[in-house]
């Protein structure tokens, strides 16, 4: 039932995603979120500080956003439950340009209150060592 629940947690985190809504988003977190995202310091601690990080990735995007995830995988033990999967997401730019990349998505949830709450993230993108330059054209 958990992995079922976690899917359930992942789509409803998914559809927020979707619709911009950053204090939908937000309701998916714990209040002491550690966050690792691809994009800004190397972490954050706390909802106030990712809810004001998720509101400047939301506003650089004007316009549709696109958070697919790809075969996702589920595992869960009482009250602990982690998924990982790969995310094709990205947004409408300002000329009405949809650009799009994928990342590497890891959450690590507990349940709280009934429900599956996500207490670490992890976004990344594979990088070319040499450059130092993230490889964004990578298909799975």
């Keep these: ?6 899917q359930d947690a992942l789509n409803s985190w998914t559809d927020a995603c979707r619709s911009k809504d950053v204090a939908r988003i937000m309701g998916h977190y714990v209040e002491g979120v550690v966050a690792y995202d691809a994009v800004g310091p190397l972490r954050f601690q706390g909802r106030p500080a990712y809810q004001a990080h998720w509101q400047a990735c939301m506003e650089m995007c004007s316009g549709e956003g696109r958070f697919e995830p790809h075969e996702p995988t589920f595992t ?4 602990l439950g982690v998924t990982h999967y790969l995310l094709h997401c990205g947004g409408t730019n300002d000329k009405g340009e949809l ?12 349940r709280q209150g009934g429900r599956w709450l996500i207490f670490h993230e992890h976004f990344s993108a594979p990088c070319d060592m040499e450059s130092g330059k993230a490889l964004f054209d990578l298909q799975p």
């Design 1 to 6: 039932m958990s992995q079922h629940e976690l």
């Design 99 to 110: 650009e799009t990349c994928w990342m590497r998505v890891t959450q690590c949830l507990r």
């Design 76 to 79: 869960a033990d009482g009250d």
